[in-house]
């Protein structure tokens, strides 16, 4: 069974602090992985997209890593913000199915990110 | 350029009664999916659409669960004899389509359904 599993499930970390979230995954035909972030009442939003031959990949202050071996990939927050409070969930894309055209996505059940003062 | 929308941004509807939740995609892009995601949940795919017809319906619930694209644009969620447990955000996302290796979402807002 496809299945995208995240830790921790919340965190709560200092303002400036650094911090890394997980994420192991059991998806095949594995086609590529993204982070997304998703802000309380909002829609997610994609901060990487990696394929199998990535093994790192940096947005700003977030880097994503990917293990394609292990089934693993990391997020990476430097020097966090208030404002990265938030929901970070880890996606996995199947390959594009012949038939429909699609690829389906697989979500983890997101990590609650907490930054405080 | 606009991204996705969607209406209305929340819906309380009693146990039994006929909901619509409209999509507006980012303009240009031919595929459209929708997805549930309950509390403390990661999003669940519900139905694809590439163009008009809808090419993967294989996450909708049930057949109380219906979703139309006439023009290929704007999309329709409809629910009929909600139920409580219905209530959720459902969120519609776009895409390229077949362009791109990696297809990348762009979500809407997502639309609170509550059922009461």
């Known amino acids: 069974k496809n299945q995208v599993e995240q830790s921790p499930q919340s965190l709560i970390i200092l303002e400036g602090k650094n911090c890394t979230l997980q994420c192991n995954y059991t998806v095949s035909p594995f086609s590529n992985l993204r982070w997304y972030k998703q802000d309380t009442g909002r829609g997610p939003v994609s901060l990487t997209i990696?394929?199998?031959?990535?093994n790192t990949k940096s947005n700003g202050r977030y880097t994503a890593t990917l293990d394609a071996d292990t089934k693993q990939s990391s997020l990476h927050i430097t020097a966090s913000q208030l404002s990265d409070s938030a929901s970070y969930i880890c996606?996995?894309?199947?390959?594009?199915?012949?038939?429909?055209?699609?690829?389906?996505?697989?979500f983890g059940k997101g990590t609650r990110l907490s930054v405080i003062a | 350029g606009a991204g996705v929308s969607q209406t209305p941004s929340n819906k309380v509807t009693e146990k039994g009664k006929y909901v619509e939740l409209r999509c507006d995609p980012i303009?240009?892009?031919?595929?459209l999916y929708w997805y549930r995601q309950s509390l403390g949940q990661g999003p669940e795919f519900l139905i694809y659409?590439?163009?008009?017809?809808?090419?993967?319906d294989s996450g909708l619930p049930n057949d109380r669960f219906f979703a139309v694209r006439p023009e290929g644009s704007v999309s329709t969620l409809k629910i009929q004899r909600t139920e409580r447990g219905d209530s959720a955000v459902y969120l519609c996302?776009?895409?390229?389509?077949?362009?791109?290796?990696?297809?990348?979402?762009?979500f809407g807002p997502g639309t609170r359904l509550t059922v009461l």
């Open positions: 659409f590439q163009g008009t017809g809808a090419a993967d």
């Open positions: 303009s240009g892009h031919t595929a």
């Open positions: 996302a776009s895409s390229l389509g077949w362009r791109g290796a990696t297809n990348e979402q762009f």
């Open positions: 996606v996995v894309s199947c390959s594009r199915d012949r038939n429909s055209g699609n690829t389906p996505l697989v």
């Open positions: 990696m394929t199998f031959s990535e």
